[in-house]
């Protein structure tokens, strides 16, 4: 097979498949098994469908949408479109129809790639309005015949018989670093989304940058477990190019929902993971450890101590010496080592996390028992990644130093600017909103506010828009405040109120399994997490929990008033976005009344 020059992700795993053959790519779940393709196999998927791509006229350049789960086709679908030139336009498989539409609006798309019924329902239901959309390929079978569809299965058969298929491997050697390789629409927290155009050098930079900082640390024998979005920038570069260029294989959980069994399964080596995956898991430990019996409870207390002092040590990848070195061998014997066997992390080398700031607290919680626990930072106009810790130097709280060749500075205003290969063309048809995103002297303005400190280590401490300014003109970042209080383990989330008002609130949404055995103990009774919310001891409790949590903070970042709520946030019920971040705007005009409750108009300052 043809050596092809690595100028694009669909030339790297060409090389790759002809280096790695027979062995395993991926793998997923069938029939109850984890069963896996190898390169050759995907290879072949990757050219059929390809192939068929060519012959209803998709050219370099056309747009072809991918609406879908997390699944081994979404990586065949990927490397078919970007291997013919195309653009390959991701769509959140949790969208509805209506975002959707505007996506295959706005991008023009000429196909659509839909997972499931239920994604191809809703690309039906907006059809007549998409006078460009002329093609809809379904990856599942469909549960009955839809007029106008194809389904994937079909698309590789009139593939194979594609009489001219020696045009996959000129329009590979045709694209070019400066070609568009993906329109990523941002998620968006206000406005319609906006397209992000990235290049196929976008891609190859930035897992080059990766590849450089890792320093050799992973490799061909590792296992990734693919669980976050594929649509969204971070997987689809951290856990899905960089263990492609690894040559490293990727098992696909079959939904978050299932993570726990998945990772029983797999056991990987290396997962990519927001912050909400460790909260979770973090909170689910100690949510056990309350109804451990003393002596367990002693036992697990003693060797988190024992983890605090190994802290220094887990963060520079050093084993401790003398006392505290047998000490960490006794509690990794008889705690950590059942508690990862438990978890299915007793392989794991490196869990990244990205997409929003991590707590400290759940970082040195992981670290400390021997598990390195990498954050990072990045945003999808800048493909992501332009700084993380390295498994060998971590420093809890930030997203440490910036990958080679990528400049980051501070602005006057405390403003993250970024320079390097992997920053965007620009937003598609938005040449206003691309003028704006970046500085005169092309700095990509981030819209995160930073620090960095003498080592290169940058901390996040906030986002521009979401800073709060108070009647007393005061800014406040309710980040690190939110952030802070996500370490007690009775509050599940929380959003800071205060903007142009007197002093700041919060919303609170309680950790109701433990609030309900909190609850239990103390003899309150209760039906509904409803009652639990009204309960003034209750109230009193989680009172308590942000006066201890937020101790450190000045007395103007404080919270004076809070309102309990008995459901959690979700991307159904509209406050987050499909990467997890809180949409505040959602937020101030759904609990516009709980809100104004915190400041009545006769309360004195």
């Known amino acids: 097979m043809a050596t092809f020059k690595e100028t694009s992700m669909g030339a790297i795993f060409q090389n790759q498949a002809a280096k790695y053959g027979e062995k395993a790519c991926v793998s997923y779940k069938k029939d109850g098994v984890y069963t896996d393709i190898s390169w050759n196999a ?11 791509l060519l012959s209803i006229g998709i050219k370099k350049g056309d747009r072809v949408a991918l ?14 479109i970007l291997s013919i030139g195309a653009v390959n ?13 505007y996506i295959l609006s706005n991008s023009e798309s000429k196909a659509c790639i839909v997972g499931s019924d239920d994604h191809c329902d809703r690309v039906m239901e907006v059809r007549r309005k998409l006078s460009k959309l002329k093609t809809i390929i379904i990856i599942d079978r469909p549960k009955s015949k839809k007029a106008g569809i194809v389904t994937l299965e079909e698309a590789y058969k009139k593939g194979e018989g594609y009489k001219n298929k020696e045009n996959f491997d000129k329009m590979l050697k045709s694209v070019k670093m400066t070609d568009i390789a993906t329109f990523i629409y941002t998620s968006g927290t206000t406005g319609n989304p906006k397209g992000v155009m990235l290049t196929h050098s976008n891609f ?11 320093e ?28 492609l260029m690894l040559g490293a294989k990727v098992a696909f959980a079959e939904s978050f929902q299932a993570i726990q069994q998945n990772f029983n399964d797999v056991r990987p080596t290396c997962i990519i993971s927001v912050p909400r995956l460790y909260e979770k898991v973090h909170a689910g430990i100690l949510a056990k450890l309350s109804d451990a019996p003393p002596v367990k409870k002693a036992l697990f207390n003693w060797a988190m101590g024992v983890a605090r002092k190994n802290l220094p040590y887990a963060c520079r990848m050093k084993k401790p010496g003398g006392l505290l070195g047998v000490k960490f061998a006794v509690a990794d014997k008889i705690i950590f080592s059942k508690l990862k066997n438990a978890l299915g992390l007793d392989r794991l080398r490196v869990a990244v996390s990205g997409g929003g700031p991590l707590s400290v607290s759940d970082a040195e919680f992981f670290i400390g028992m021997g598990l390195s626990i990498c954050e990072g930072f990045g945003l999808t106009e800048t493909t992501p990644v332009t700084n993380f810790n390295r498994p060998w130097m971590i420093k809890p709280g930030t997203v440490g130093p910036a990958v080679q060749d990528t400049q980051v500075k501070i602005a006057d205003d405390g403003e993250l600017l970024i320079k390097g290969p992997q920053v965007m063309k620009g937003y598609y048809k938005n040449a206003a909103a691309t003028k704006e995103a970046f500085t005169k002297d092309g700095f990509f303005r981030t819209g995160d506010i930073g620090v960095i400190d003498e080592d290169g280590f940058l901390s996040i401490t906030g986002r521009l828009k979401d800073i ?12 690190n405040i939110e952030n802070s209080l996500k370490g007690s383990a009775y509050i599940e989330q929380v959003a800071i109120i205060g903007d142009r008002r007197k002093y700041l609130s919060a919303l609170v949404i309680p950790v109701f399994d433990e ?18 919310i009204e309960n003034e001891q209750v109230k009193g409790l989680i009172d308590a929990e942000i006066k201890k949590y937020t101790k450190q903070f000045a007395r103007v970042e404080q919270i004076r008033k809070f309102r309990l709520l008995d459901a959690e946030w979700t991307q159904a019920t509209g406050e987050l976005t499909p990467t997890l971040k809180v949409k505040r705007k959602v937020i101030a005009e759904k609990y516009a009344k709980e ?6 108009s006769n309360e004195q300052d």
Request: charged share 20%; aromatic share 14%; proline share 4%.
């Open 42 to 52: 995907m290879n072949r998927m990757v050219h059929t469908l390809a192939w068929y």
């Open 204 to 214: 190859v930079s930035n897992i080059t940058q990766i590849v450089d900082g890792i």
């Open 468 to 479: 709060i300014v108070t009647a007393g003109g005061k800014n406040i970042s309710p980040q």
């Open 595 to 600: 809100i104004e409750s915190m400041y009545p």
């Open 515 to 532: 609030l309900k055995k909190w609850a239990k103990k103390n003899n309150i009774q209760f039906t509904s997490n409803r009652d639990l």
């Open 216 to 243: 050799g640390f992973l490799n061909d024998k590792d296992v990734f477990l693919s669980f976050l979005p594929l649509s969204h920038s971070l997987e689809r570069t951290a856990g899905y190019y960089l263990p």
């Open 67 to 80: 609406f879908s789960d997390n699944r081994y086709e979404w990586w065949v679908c990927d490397l078919a």
């Open 89 to 101: 336009v991701p769509i959140y498989a949790t969208n509805s129809a209506s975002e959707a539409e």
